[in-house]
C-alpha cells in the first residue's frame, strides 16, 4: 500500500495493561478477597445509585470477582474486559453458578476504548483499578478515549464510578509512595484530582482495609503487586496481617 491508510483501517485493538493476576488467578482471587472486606466502595456506589435492579457495567471486570457479586443485587452486569487469561477465569466464574447470578452477567470481550453496548443501555458504570489511570503517565496511555465511551453507554441520570488508589492517606498509599509508581511521580495525587476534575468527576476517599487472614496470605498478595523484594519491605512495616487502604473514587453523573 501507498500513502497514509484510510482512517478507517487504523487498529481497533485496546491498549491492554498486563495485570499480573492475568498469569496467578490464585493470588489475585486471594488480593480480592483481603482487599475493601467490608465492601465500602459498594456502600459508597449505593448513596449515589443502589445498583438494585438496574444495568451495570463492570469495565476491566479482570477475573469477574465483583460482577458476579454485582449480579447479586443489579437486573443485569455486563463484565467489560479485553485480557484473553482475564477472560479465562471470568468464564470459569460465571460458569460455576450458571442457574443463578451467572444468567445475570454477559461478557463482554473488548476494551474501555469500544465497549459495544448501545448509546444509554447502562445505568450504573463501574471500574475498579483498571483502565482509567488518569493522564498519560509511566503507568498506562491516557484514558480520555475510555471516558467518552463511559459517558455514551451509560444513560443520562445514570453514575460512572472510578475507582483508583488514593495516594495521599492510609498505609498502602505510603507504599505507593515509596516502593509503587507513585514514588517516581511527585504531584500524582494533585495531578490526578485535577484530570478528573477537568472531565466533570468529583473525587472522594473512601477509607477501607485490607484484612488477611495470615502474613502469609499478605506477603504473597504483596509480593504479587510489588514484587518479592519490596514485598519484604512492606511487611516488615505492618502489624498483623491487615493495614490501612484508602481508595479515591471518582465519579460524576451523566
Ligand atoms: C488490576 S486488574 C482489576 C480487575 C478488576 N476490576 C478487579 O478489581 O478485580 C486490571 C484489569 O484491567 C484490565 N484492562 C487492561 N487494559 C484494559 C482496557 N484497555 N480496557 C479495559 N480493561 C482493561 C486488565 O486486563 C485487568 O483485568
Known sequence: MTGRPPITSLPTEPFVYDYPGAHDAV??????????????????????????????????????????????RAAHVFAVEPAARMLIQLHRRIAAEPETVGARVSVLAAGAEAIPLPDGSVDLLHSRLAYFFGPESSRVRSCEPGIAEALRVVRPGGQIVIVDNDLREGDFAAFLREFGYAADEPGLADRLDDFWAAHGFTGTTVMSEWRAPSRKALARVLAMEFGERSAEAILARVDGSRFRYAYRLYHRER
Open 27 to 72: 493470588t489475585y482471587e486471594l488480593e480480592n478477597r483481603i482487599a475493601d472486606p467490608d465492601a465500602r466502595i459498594e456502600a459508597f456506589m449505593d448513596r449515589l445509585l443502589a445498583m438494585d435492579g438496574l444495568v451495570v457495567a463492570d469495565v476491566g471486570a479482570g477475573g469477574g470477582y465483583h460482577a458476579v457479586r454485582y449480579a447479586q
